[in-house]
């Protein structure tokens, strides 16, 4: 092989692991946070006291490293230099995250990642910084990591906390303030009264056998607000930090890296065998570094650039139930200070100048399309936009942008018919296909013994001077079957809005021949 074609595929190589790493890792945006338990009377005295955090912007790896992620950096690594990670590690399957593996194996594999990936490693064996670490067991301080470096590490433990919470403050897990089988990988208990698992005292059915309790895939669980995964639950992981039980009084609040001093490392997020209590985000856990029994996943620096913002992560979609918590950020770069504005279905939200948008999902209405836009002297620019739903709600943008419409014209008459796009829209119609859409139906009792199939539309009440018609069929290509099929049953309402109901004139039930109905408004 020519060295020019060696030296093609390496850089082939390189740009691919890049590729993949850039969409394995979540930007997390900068900020100041409550770190600490929030709950009187709960947890340990090491959670204590709850402190504000200020933390620069940073990458964070969206699951737990994995045993395939760690098999292929780990096959490399011992081909250049990392003797030490021969056979290191295991994992239940290839998307389980790795566990058995010790503190100091978790920071050399990730100096050979960085390698691997052309990036400039983290840990050295000297303040020098002249050799990257590979082998040894070493008790690393902060004199032996390169703050500028490009490549992976492990997250510090303020770092991993802000993560975890997904920009909510004051929960105790990473989605809210119970726990059970649906949100994670751990043992459920009696003993811990947030614990609303339907059975008690046993871990997860799923990832047990004869007893034994074994791991998740490492994306099993819906991520956060941030997109992490599984951040309770499944493997403990290793952070940076050495172990104190006052690290809250005795570190700073500016970016803390953890004491100077100790023998043990800081563990977070809890594990697969172990309680509900052990999985709050709060919640501190420490071993030994030579102990190979964890898990982790990387962190990497998240470099500013100059000039004009760059956005390098913007908000997420969330579909959220009536009351809970919506959380939406942006992580952008450029020449500082940056400011933020933020719409919702293209209207400013005078009180949203922040990087990021957290608010209760109250209201229906607050469904919709936001975005962000970021700007500084040198330009602006605006985020994608993030669909929000709430129960399930949408809003015209909303539906626009779901079609890959960029900004369809609320007022365009497309067919015709005398109905602006978004009046069809309010009234339940697509205002993409012609005002006769055929749609299946309920069916329930009418107040007595007989079935009667039911049509509901949301229907606005601002929407005045227009008539709807509707019609129910058993053919599709026959709509007069069954003349004034339907009527006028009752006005509803979920408490937001309006919901007009229709019903069959003659009982008919689901087992009948299929049935369909269809709504027509007009002027």
Not at 24 to 48: K, M, Y
Not at 65 to 72: F, G, I, L, S
Not at 144 to 157: C, I, K, W
Not at 405 to 420: I, K, R, V
Request: charged share 20%; glycine share 8%.
């Amino acid at each position: 092989m020519s060295s020019l074609r060696r030296l093609l595929l390496t850089l082939a190589c390189v740009f691919t692991a890049q590729a993949l790493a850039e969409s394995d890792l979540v930007a997390i945006p900068a900020g100041t946070f409550a770190q600490g338990s929030a709950f009187a009377n709960e947890g340990s005295a090491d959670e204590l006291p709850a402190r504000n955090v200020t933390l620069p912007a940073f990458r964070l790896g969206r699951t737990e490293v994995t045993w395939q992620q760690w098999q292929d950096v780990r096959a490399w690594a011992v081909a250049h230099g990392y003797t030490d990670l021969a056979d290191k590690g295991y994992g239940r399957a290839a998307e389980h995250p790795v566990i058995s593996v010790s503190w100091h194996d978790a920071v050399k594999w990730c100096n050979a990642r960085s390698e691997r990936e052309g990036l400039v490693p983290v840990y050295y064996t000297s303040a020098a910084q002249d050799t990257v670490y590979r082998t040894g067991e070493l008790d690393l301080t902060s004199a032996h990591v390169r703050t500028d470096a490009s490549g992976y590490r492990l997250p510090t433990e303020a770092e991993w906390e802000r993560a975890a919470r997904g920009g909510v403050p004051g929960r105790r897990f990473p989605w809210g303030d119970s726990i059970d089988h649906t949100r994670a990988n751990y043992f459920s208990s009696s003993a811990d009264s947030y614990d609303v698992n339907a059975q008690r005292d046993r871990a997860h059915p799923t990832y047990a056998a004869a007893g034994w309790p074994f791991t998740a895939p490492a994306a099993a669980f819906a991520a956060n607000a941030y997109g992490l995964q599984g951040m309770a639950g499944n493997a403990p992981e290793w952070c940076w930090d050495r172990y104190s039980s006052t690290a809250y009084t005795t570190t700073p609040t500016l970016a803390p890296t953890g004491p100077a001093t100790g023998t043990h490392r800081v563990l977070r997020g809890g594990g697969w065998d172990e309680a509900g209590s052990f999985q709050r985000v709060a919640h501190r856990d420490a071993d030994r570094p030579a102990s190979p029994l964890h898990g982790f996943r990387v962190a990497q620096n998240l470099a500013d650039q100059a000039g004009a913002p760059v956005i390098v992560q913007g908000p997420l979609d969330a579909n959220v139930a009536l009351g809970e918590t919506v959380a939406l950020s942006v992580v952008a770069t450029g020449t500082g200070p940056l400011s933020y504005a933020w719409t919702r279905d293209g209207v400013t939200l005078s009180d949203a100048t922040d990087a990021q948008l957290v608010f209760a999902a109250n209201e229906v209405t607050l469904s919709g399309v936001y975005r962000v836009t970021v700007s500084n002297g040198s330009g602006t620019v605006t985020s994608d936009g993030a669909i929000v739903s709430v129960a399930g709600h949408t809003s015209y943008a909303a539906w626009a942008l779901g079609l890959g419409l960029l900004s369809p014209e609320p007022l365009a008459d497309p067919d015709a018919d005398g109905l602006n796009n978004l009046l069809e829209f309010a009234l339940g119609l697509d205002p993409e296909q012609t005002d006769a859409q055929p749609l299946t139906l309920r069916f329930t009792t009418n107040g007595g013994t007989d079935i009667h199939a039911f049509a509901d539309l949301p229907f606005n009440p601002a929407a005045v001077g227009v008539t709807l018609d509707v019609q129910m069929t058993n053919a599709l290509t026959n709509w007069d079957a069954l003349p004034g099929s339907m009527v006028f049953h009752a006005d509803t309402t979920d408490g937001q809005r309006v919901w007009r109901t229709f019903r069959s004139v003659q009982p008919c039930g689901p087992n009948d021949l299929p049935r369909f109905f269809r709504a027509r408004a007009s002027r």
